[in-house]
């Protein structure tokens, strides 16, 4: 990946600041151009919104056989979350075990490495999740 | 004046025991957690690295404090294990907690005391009125060659410090002992360390450890008796217990602030851990010195006043925090410490 | 509109075809669909290709004029697109070509399908499969394509009681099926032990939940119906071509149990043929993972929602089920060229519509339906054939 793709989305990817439509107030994230609802309306009205990070497992699944800048680091958890706001989000799920991990469990957004490019390139962080201390 | 306005501190949760590594490399548990005073160490997740750690420390200390992060004009991250060699970990932070763009940043090293020079320098841009608060960040993921000795303490964690003209705490001084003692050192591009064994003891720590104390001492006119608290470098939990001994203080001025023996020496972040778990407990009023100490060598020494603001102040709680905790085998310390890589 | 019909089909044999080039696949596929519609070449009036990543499999873009070259038809100059829908460009690819005729622009109409998968090695061809999936907000987080049909199925064990069992015999039922297609990948059995047995990939999904990585090509030729019988008696008519799409990533949709493009796709192909789920005869239906499949059919009205397993499990969709499902295989046994797939469905029901598969033929079979989707549901194309 060339960093300007990975530079652009930090934001998003470290303070989930995604977006709230200026018309019918809806949150979105990842951060949308155009609310689907208000589609026309919402131009130019949608307003940064940084979420919480707290959300609920909707269904998570063990990814046992990784993608190649993975390698290494399986088993891991990867989860559909319903942040508190509203909208879903797909995460990884640390610092518990796989059993713990179950749908309707709370858990909050962390900053963590996600991947690296190679030895001599970037590393790129972002979001994660952990039970939420609640 | 300067004054700390929060802390935040964070240790990633997994642990190994002295016991599982001196099984691996076939030495006498018992002695060396007596020799050391140390039981377990802390280890960082595979995805955990210095800038994670200081993130999580500094948006607690932001949180606790309840500033608004644009109002920090400086934020250092002392470390010796920068994720980058060149990129600074100070801008992910900064970044992470929404405090860019208007601010000035860099990364320190100076080995364990790192982090308490960035304090240093936040303390100076504070009282020349050049900003209004600054952040020093202290953290590590320790690096240790495996079968070394320091492979039984080197460890991971963070604590981060807001420093402003009014807090919880005020800074009355700060002074620094400093040599060129080459007691311990990592070479550009080598993974691990290399340290000159027991020179390391009295030429390296204890010299510049008691001589910064009695420096700030002899400047401001006190004596141990005048403090409740006394935080060292903490590089293993025998060598504070011996300088403070050594320099007149008792135990149980140490206890609160002694985290080594549960976390193993976070090395950057190891006393301004120590700190933090000493203002998580202090009274107002109560009086705190603090001295780090890095190799290569140096040590800064402070002496903080707990003011009355801390009753209002919502105090992080690190000794639960650490109680959250799961052992991995050697094995898995090596995966998670991406040695494998 | 006109009304458009299939004259003719070709496929190559699918499986890790290590001495057949993607080109070589394209004119093998090709040639035998002119042979088996019995034109010359000239008559062809224009060509749409589908393949989902030639560019990173092969690192050739440009596809739709290479085709035309293997085929030797350079010197007729034809309108040639390469079409990409992820796993659905096979059936886009046909959706286009049938809008192509129908529209009375072009007669005689190339739809093809190809992806060659093997000339990378196993993790370079799953990280490009998940770009199929959002890259931004999906696979930069580490989840796999397995990984994003095991939270779909997770979510529907979890909603509806579907078990691993039930899942493990959707793949029982299109080995069976596969076994007896000479052009599938595999041609063995296999039972539900074997399935639940075989290595985790994503929790609940299993390797055998998971259709392969397969090299492939598949082509159908169009035409306008009134003129078909010139070129063969088995005629097929399109009665339906729908294409619908949804938000590329999974978590961005309305409905977690259902792909709501599919349902879209089916309710206007059923309205454009004018009929009603209870009429298909039999289905081709998009099984990359087990669950696929299962909420295929509930997608596609065959069983109400949250029944698919049940269903599967009571044989349903079995061969001699009231509703046979992937007759061909399935991708799962058949195999899973991800551009040729929707292609090869076309060509799996039209041999079944002209009484032409054989061992796996289903009786009577009159009206069958194609069913390919992209992605984790981001495109879905649904076809209804009809043999005249």
Known sequence: MGVARYWREIPA??????????VCGKVYFPPRIVCPKCRRKSIGKMEDYKLSGKGTVESFTVIRVPPPEFEGKSPYVMALIKMDEGCYLTGQIV??????????MRVEACLRRIQEDGKRGAIYYGYKFRKAEE | MAAIVGYGAYVP?????VEEIARIWGKQAA?????LYVFEKSVPGIDEDTATISVEAARRAVKHAKINPKEIGAIYVGSESHPYAVKPTATIVAEAIEATPELTAADYEFACKAGTAGMQNCIALVKSNMIKYGMAIGADVAQAAP??????????????FIIGKEGIAEINDTVSFTTDTPDFWRREGEPYPGHGERFTGEPAYFKHVMNAAKMLMEKLGTKPSDYDYAVFHQPNGKFPMRVAKKLGFEKKQIEDGLLCPIIGNTYSGSSMLGLAAVLDVAKAGSRIIVVSYGSGAGSDAFDITVTDKIEEYERQGIRKMLENKEYVDYATYMKLRREFE | MREVAIIGIGMTKFGELWDKSFRELVAEAGIQAILDAGIEGEEIDALYLGGMSTGRFIGQEHVGPLAVEVAGLEDLHLPATRVEAAC???????HQGFLAVASGMYDIVVVGGAEKMTDVVGGEATNILASAADREWESFFGITFPGLYALIAKYHMHKYGTTQEQLAMVAVKNHYNGSMNPKAQFRRKISVEDVLKSPLVADPLHLLDCSPITDGAAVAILAPLDIAKKYTDKIVKIKASALACDTLSYHGRKRFDSLPAAVEAAKRAYKMAGIEPKDVDLAEVHDCFTIAEIIAIEDLGFVEKGKGGKATEEGLTALDGEIPVNTSGGLKAKGHPVG???????????MQLRGEAGERQVKDATIGLAHNVGGSGGTAVVHILEAI
């Open chain 2, 13 to 17: 949760r997994y642990r190994i025991k």
């Open chain 1, 13 to 22: 990817r470290y303070n989930l600041i995604g977006k709230k439509c200026g």
């Open chain 2, 31 to 35: 002695s060396i957690s007596s020799g």
């Open chain 2, 147 to 160: 079968g070394d000795a320091l492979e039984y303490t080197a460890a991971a964690g963070g604590a981060a």
């Open chain 3, 88 to 94: 659905a460009s096979g059936g886009v690819a046909m």
């Open chain 3, 340 to 350: 040729a797939t929707g292609v090869a469905q076309i060509n799996e029901l039209v």
């Open chain 1, 95 to 104: 610092d518990c075990s796989i059993d713990e991990v179950h749908i309707g």
